[in-house]
Protein backbone atom coordinates (compact mmCIF):
# COMPACT_ATOMS: atom_id res chain seq x y z
CA UNK A 1 0.00 0.00 0.00
CA UNK A 2 1.72 3.20 -1.18
CA UNK A 3 1.79 5.92 1.54
CA UNK A 4 -1.24 8.33 1.34
CA UNK A 5 -3.64 5.20 1.10
CA UNK A 6 -2.25 3.58 3.95
CA UNK A 7 -2.43 6.89 6.22
CA UNK A 8 -6.02 7.77 4.83
CA UNK A 9 -7.11 4.04 5.63
CA UNK A 10 -5.22 4.33 9.35
CA UNK A 11 -6.89 7.14 10.05
CA UNK A 12 -10.60 5.87 8.96
CA UNK A 13 -9.90 2.29 10.93
CA UNK A 14 -9.91 4.69 14.04
CA UNK A 15 -12.88 6.34 12.55
CA UNK A 16 -11.61 9.72 11.82
CA UNK A 17 -12.48 11.63 8.53
CA UNK A 18 -9.40 13.30 6.32
CA UNK A 19 -9.16 16.80 5.96
CA UNK A 20 -6.79 18.01 3.44
CA UNK A 21 -5.45 21.59 3.05
CA UNK A 22 -4.43 23.56 -0.48
CA UNK A 23 -1.95 26.45 0.37
CA UNK A 24 -0.03 28.45 -2.50
CA UNK A 25 3.62 27.96 -2.02
CA UNK A 26 5.01 31.38 -1.44
CA UNK A 27 1.62 32.97 -0.12
CA UNK A 28 1.08 35.09 1.37
CA UNK A 29 5.15 35.53 1.43
CA UNK A 30 8.14 33.33 1.12
CA UNK A 31 9.22 33.84 4.52
CA UNK A 32 6.04 33.30 6.60
CA UNK A 33 4.73 30.12 4.42
CA UNK A 34 6.32 27.60 6.37
CA UNK A 35 4.92 29.27 9.42
CA UNK A 36 1.73 28.59 7.78
CA UNK A 37 2.19 25.27 6.50
CA UNK A 38 3.13 24.22 9.76
CA UNK A 39 1.14 25.62 11.54
CA UNK A 40 -1.94 24.62 9.34
CA UNK A 41 -1.10 20.92 9.82
CA UNK A 42 -0.78 21.26 13.64
CA UNK A 43 -4.36 22.37 13.87
CA UNK A 44 -6.03 19.46 12.23
CA UNK A 45 -5.14 19.24 8.48
CA UNK A 46 -4.35 15.52 7.74
CA UNK A 47 -2.99 16.40 4.44
CA UNK A 48 -1.10 19.35 2.66
CA UNK A 49 -1.67 20.23 -0.97
CA UNK A 50 0.63 22.91 -1.76
CA UNK A 51 -0.19 24.72 -5.22
CA UNK A 52 3.26 25.69 -7.72
CA UNK A 53 2.20 29.16 -8.74
CA UNK A 54 0.89 29.05 -12.66
CA UNK A 55 0.33 32.14 -14.96
CA UNK A 56 -2.46 30.31 -16.75
CA UNK A 57 -4.23 27.87 -14.21
CA UNK A 58 -7.23 25.95 -15.57
CA UNK A 59 -8.71 24.47 -12.84
CA UNK A 60 -8.49 27.69 -9.86
CA UNK A 61 -11.08 30.30 -9.59
CA UNK A 62 -9.72 33.27 -8.75
CA UNK A 63 -8.97 33.49 -5.12
CA UNK A 64 -6.26 30.93 -5.88
CA UNK A 65 -5.31 32.96 -9.32
CA UNK A 66 -4.92 35.98 -7.04
CA UNK A 67 -2.56 33.69 -4.52
CA UNK A 68 -1.36 32.66 -7.16
CA UNK A 69 0.11 35.70 -9.04
CA UNK A 70 1.09 37.13 -5.70
CA UNK A 71 3.31 33.97 -5.23
CA UNK A 72 4.80 34.49 -8.61
CA UNK A 73 5.70 38.31 -7.61
CA UNK A 74 7.52 36.87 -4.14
CA UNK A 75 9.52 34.88 -6.39
CA UNK A 76 8.00 31.54 -5.77
CA UNK A 77 8.55 28.35 -8.24
CA UNK A 78 9.19 25.08 -8.11
CA UNK A 79 12.80 24.91 -6.83
CA UNK A 80 11.34 27.05 -4.25
CA UNK A 81 8.27 25.18 -2.79
CA UNK A 82 10.39 21.94 -3.14
CA UNK A 83 12.80 24.21 -0.51
CA UNK A 84 9.22 24.13 1.35
CA UNK A 85 9.21 20.86 1.22
CA UNK A 86 12.20 19.63 2.41
CA UNK A 87 11.81 22.60 5.61
CA UNK A 88 8.88 20.61 6.39
CA UNK A 89 9.78 17.62 6.13
CA UNK A 90 11.72 18.41 9.32
CA UNK A 91 8.55 19.18 11.32
CA UNK A 92 6.19 16.40 10.17
CA UNK A 93 5.62 13.04 8.62
CA UNK A 94 2.13 13.72 7.12
CA UNK A 95 1.08 13.43 3.47
CA UNK A 96 2.40 16.45 0.99
CA UNK A 97 0.83 16.79 -2.04
CA UNK A 98 1.84 19.34 -4.68
CA UNK A 99 -0.52 20.35 -7.55
CA UNK A 100 0.28 21.78 -10.36
CA UNK A 101 0.47 22.68 -14.00
CA UNK A 102 2.46 20.53 -16.64
CA UNK A 103 3.78 23.43 -18.62
CA UNK A 104 6.59 24.49 -15.90
CA UNK A 105 6.90 20.72 -14.91
CA UNK A 106 7.99 20.54 -18.76
CA UNK A 107 10.42 23.50 -18.51
CA UNK A 108 11.99 22.28 -15.49
CA UNK A 109 12.43 18.61 -17.04
CA UNK A 110 9.88 15.66 -16.28
CA UNK A 111 12.61 13.39 -14.98
CA UNK A 112 14.08 15.97 -12.54
CA UNK A 113 11.22 16.94 -11.27
CA UNK A 114 9.99 14.02 -10.57
CA UNK A 115 13.65 13.26 -8.48
CA UNK A 116 13.59 16.27 -6.76
CA UNK A 117 10.22 15.81 -5.72
CA UNK A 118 11.23 12.20 -4.61
CA UNK A 119 13.89 13.70 -2.40
CA UNK A 120 11.98 16.50 -0.84
CA UNK A 121 9.49 14.20 0.79
CA UNK A 122 6.99 14.95 -1.81
CA UNK A 123 4.32 12.07 -1.31
CA UNK A 124 1.75 12.71 -4.14
CA UNK A 125 0.88 15.19 -7.56
CA UNK A 126 -2.35 16.53 -8.81
CA UNK A 127 -1.49 18.07 -12.35
CA UNK A 128 -4.94 18.43 -13.25
CA UNK A 129 -4.32 19.23 -17.14
CA UNK A 130 -3.07 15.70 -17.79
CA UNK A 131 -6.09 13.51 -19.09
CA UNK A 132 -6.87 10.17 -18.30
CA UNK A 133 -5.86 9.88 -22.31
CA UNK A 134 -2.38 11.15 -21.63
CA UNK A 135 -1.75 9.30 -18.20
CA UNK A 136 0.80 7.37 -19.84
CA UNK A 137 2.45 9.28 -21.93
CA UNK A 138 3.63 12.09 -19.10
CA UNK A 139 3.93 9.82 -16.26
CA UNK A 140 7.06 7.77 -17.27
CA UNK A 141 8.49 5.60 -14.98
CA UNK A 142 10.37 8.06 -12.87
CA UNK A 143 7.29 8.95 -11.43
CA UNK A 144 7.10 5.52 -9.41
CA UNK A 145 7.79 7.06 -6.33
CA UNK A 146 5.25 9.23 -6.72
CA UNK A 147 1.79 8.55 -5.83
CA UNK A 148 -0.14 10.78 -8.94
CA UNK A 149 -4.16 11.55 -7.91
CA UNK A 150 -6.28 11.59 -10.76
CA UNK A 151 -9.62 14.40 -10.23
CA UNK A 152 -13.28 12.93 -11.43
CA UNK A 153 -16.20 15.08 -11.96
CA UNK A 154 -20.04 15.14 -11.26
CA UNK A 155 -20.00 14.86 -15.15
CA UNK A 156 -17.77 11.74 -14.88
CA UNK A 157 -19.56 8.49 -16.82
CA UNK A 158 -19.23 5.66 -14.81
CA UNK A 159 -17.25 3.73 -16.87
CA UNK A 160 -14.39 6.76 -16.99
CA UNK A 161 -14.62 6.88 -13.05
CA UNK A 162 -13.74 2.87 -12.87
CA UNK A 163 -10.89 3.48 -15.23
CA UNK A 164 -9.76 6.62 -12.76
CA UNK A 165 -10.28 4.65 -10.22
CA UNK A 166 -7.95 2.08 -11.29
CA UNK A 167 -5.06 4.48 -12.08
CA UNK A 168 -5.42 7.60 -9.78
CA UNK A 169 -2.97 6.09 -6.23
CA UNK A 170 -3.53 8.07 -3.18
CA UNK A 171 -7.45 8.77 -3.37
CA UNK A 172 -9.08 9.90 -5.98
CA UNK A 173 -10.03 13.67 -5.87
CA UNK A 174 -13.75 14.73 -6.66
CA UNK A 175 -14.82 17.84 -7.31
CA UNK A 176 -17.70 18.80 -6.26
CA UNK A 177 -19.50 20.88 -9.17
CA UNK A 178 -18.51 21.86 -12.13
CA UNK A 179 -17.15 25.25 -11.60
CA UNK A 180 -13.36 26.23 -11.14
CA UNK A 181 -12.45 26.57 -7.56
CA UNK A 182 -13.97 29.12 -4.97
CA UNK A 183 -17.69 28.62 -6.14
CA UNK A 184 -19.90 28.14 -3.40
CA UNK A 185 -21.06 25.20 -3.00
CA UNK A 186 -24.52 24.64 -2.78
CA UNK A 187 -26.08 21.32 -1.46
CA UNK A 188 -29.27 19.74 -3.44
CA UNK A 189 -29.52 17.13 -5.45
CA UNK A 190 -27.95 18.37 -8.38
CA UNK A 191 -24.15 17.59 -6.32
CA UNK A 192 -25.06 15.20 -4.13
CA UNK A 193 -27.09 12.69 -6.69
CA UNK A 194 -23.35 12.57 -8.93
CA UNK A 195 -21.41 12.48 -5.54
CA UNK A 196 -23.28 9.84 -4.52
CA UNK A 197 -22.69 7.59 -7.62
CA UNK A 198 -18.96 7.94 -7.36
CA UNK A 199 -18.62 7.29 -3.99
CA UNK A 200 -20.29 3.88 -4.99
CA UNK A 201 -18.30 3.57 -8.00
CA UNK A 202 -15.28 3.81 -6.89
CA UNK A 203 -13.92 0.92 -4.80
CA UNK A 204 -9.69 0.77 -5.38
CA UNK A 205 -9.42 4.02 -3.81
CA UNK A 206 -10.54 6.24 -0.59
CA UNK A 207 -12.54 9.97 -2.04
CA UNK A 208 -11.95 13.15 -1.23
CA UNK A 209 -14.11 16.00 -2.05
CA UNK A 210 -13.06 19.36 -2.96
CA UNK A 211 -13.98 22.65 -4.74
CA UNK A 212 -16.25 24.94 -2.86
CA UNK A 213 -16.22 23.11 0.65
CA UNK A 214 -15.93 26.54 2.42
CA UNK A 215 -17.57 25.64 5.75
CA UNK A 216 -18.75 23.52 8.91
CA UNK A 217 -22.01 23.32 6.82
CA UNK A 218 -20.71 22.31 3.47
CA UNK A 219 -17.74 19.56 4.72
CA UNK A 220 -20.84 18.32 6.87
CA UNK A 221 -23.04 17.78 3.89
CA UNK A 222 -20.74 15.37 1.75
CA UNK A 223 -18.75 13.63 4.04
CA UNK A 224 -21.03 11.18 4.71
CA UNK A 225 -20.55 10.09 1.09
CA UNK A 226 -16.85 10.32 1.21
CA UNK A 227 -13.19 9.97 3.68
CA UNK A 228 -13.09 13.36 3.80
CA UNK A 229 -13.05 16.73 2.33
CA UNK A 230 -10.22 19.72 0.43
CA UNK A 231 -10.30 23.00 1.63
CA UNK A 232 -8.56 25.57 -0.90
CA UNK A 233 -10.19 29.03 -1.35
CA UNK A 234 -11.87 29.64 1.77
CA UNK A 235 -8.42 29.06 3.56
CA UNK A 236 -6.47 31.34 1.12
CA UNK A 237 -9.77 33.79 1.48
CA UNK A 238 -9.17 34.08 5.31
CA UNK A 239 -5.58 34.41 4.77
CA UNK A 240 -5.90 37.31 2.56
CA UNK A 241 -8.73 39.11 4.66
CA UNK A 242 -6.55 38.50 7.91
CA UNK A 243 -2.98 40.03 7.11
CA UNK A 244 -0.67 37.60 8.41
CA UNK A 245 -3.00 36.99 11.38
CA UNK A 246 -2.67 33.20 10.77
CA UNK A 247 -4.46 32.11 13.90
CA UNK A 248 -7.69 32.72 12.18
CA UNK A 249 -7.20 30.22 9.15
CA UNK A 250 -5.54 28.24 12.35
CA UNK A 251 -9.42 28.64 13.68
CA UNK A 252 -10.71 27.73 9.95
CA UNK A 253 -8.86 24.88 9.74
CA UNK A 254 -10.09 23.16 13.22
CA UNK A 255 -13.51 24.41 12.59
CA UNK A 256 -13.83 21.99 9.73
CA UNK A 257 -11.94 19.02 11.10
CA UNK A 258 -14.26 19.15 14.17
CA UNK A 259 -17.45 19.31 11.78
CA UNK A 260 -16.50 16.32 9.80
CA UNK A 261 -15.18 14.46 13.35
CA UNK A 262 -17.82 15.02 15.97
CA UNK A 263 -17.10 13.94 18.99
Known amino acids: MNFI ?36 LNSGADILEIGI ?3 DPLADGPTIQA ?7 NGANIKKTLDFVRQLRKATDKPIILMGY ?11 FAKDCTDAG ?6 PDIPLEEYED ?5 FKDLEVILLATPTTRVERLIKIDEISQGFVYYVSMTAT ?31 GISSQQDAKAVVPYCSGVIVGSAIIKSIKEFKGDFSKTFDLVRSIKSAINPL
Open 5 to 40: SGYIKNKLDNSEKILSVFLTSGFPDLNSFPVLAEGT
Open 53 to 55: PFS
Open 67 to 73: SSQIALN
Open 102 to 112: ANPIFKYGREK
Open 122 to 127: VNGLIL
Open 138 to 142: FYQSY
Open 181 to 211: TGKKFISDSTTLEPLILASRTIRKNKMLVGF
